[in-house]
């Protein structure tokens, strides 16, 4: 399982994955939830699964993740 060390993505959003779109790894936290990436291991949380459960991502993941949230916050901002 994940350590309690393991930091969060830079997102103001919860993304929640479908457990049956997972691998057994990406679900356990031992590969990354988007790009499967197994080593080093992700530590990025990135989202949950339905019941809570954190799923994790890797480094470069995790930055796409939130620079995407980011810009569609500024859309957003700037339509208004």
Do not use: N
């Not at 459960?53 to 939130?66: D, K, M, P």
């Amino acid at each position: 399982m994940r350590q309690p060390s393991a930091t969060h993505a830079d997102t103001t959003e919860t993304y929640t994955f479908d457990p049956g779109s997972l691998s057994s790894a990406q679900r356990m936290g031992d590969a990354c939830a988007i790009c499967h990436t197994k080593w080093p291991r992700p530590r990025a949380r990135i989202g949950e699964l339905p019941d809570g459960a954190t799923v994790f991502g890797c480094r470069e993941c995790a930055e796409i993740i939130a620079s995407h949230t980011s810009r569609t916050v500024t859309h957003a901002l700037a339509a208004h």
